[in-house]
């Protein structure tokens, strides 16, 4: 398990670091994101994948949230968009996630799919770019660190 922890708890005047996260070389780096939607909340377990144009939730629970009322369980290809990811490329119901949040970290307005991906992933969720490209995100292996910070 990684080390998750706030950079500056408390501190309101000045934040250097949203967020900063232990990480192993060797290992996927996995964390718990807090998603927000017009109906709820949803904590979920994801893969931090910098090679995914999009973040990705499973579609029970964009439902859930919210983010979509109606699917087709056999949809048309007009209806989903494609995605590449770093390990393939999947079509699923484009959204757009009210808030999505790492620690002190977070994003409004966040476009991700609705894909329900496999259950032996060991992830429910795919944090990808659509959130990343908010934040300066340094990821340095040299001290085994991740870290989310505002421009």
């Known amino acids: 398990m990684h080390d998750l922890y706030r950079a500056n708890p408390g501190a309101e005047a000045h934040i250097d670091a949203l967020m900063r996260l232990k990480i192993t070389p060797d290992r996927p780096i996995t964390l718990f994101v807090r998603i927000k939607g017009k109906k709820g909340i949803r904590e979920l377990r994801a893969v931090l994948d910098m090679g995914s ?13 919210g983010s979509i009322e109606f ?5 048309e290809p ?22 999505v949040s790492v620690a002190d970290a977070v994003a409004k307005n966040v476009k991700a799919l609705a894909y329900d991906i496999p259950r032996a992933a060991g992830v429910e969720a795919v944090l990808g770019l ?4 908010n934040f300066r995100t340094t990821l340095d292996y040299g001290k085994g ?7």
Request: some cysteine; hydrophobic content about 40%; glycine content about 2%.
């Open 71 to 75: 699917w087709n369980p056999d949809p």
């Open 130 to 133: 659509s959130f990343l490209k």
């Open 53 to 65: 144009d999009y973040s990705i939730i499973p579609l029970q629970d964009a439902v859930k949230l």
């Open 145 to 151: 660190y991740l870290t989310i910070e505002p421009f």
């Open 78 to 99: 007009d209806e989903l968009t494609e995605a590449v990811t770093t390990a393939c490329s999947i079509e699923g119901y484009e959204i757009v996630l009210d808030e």
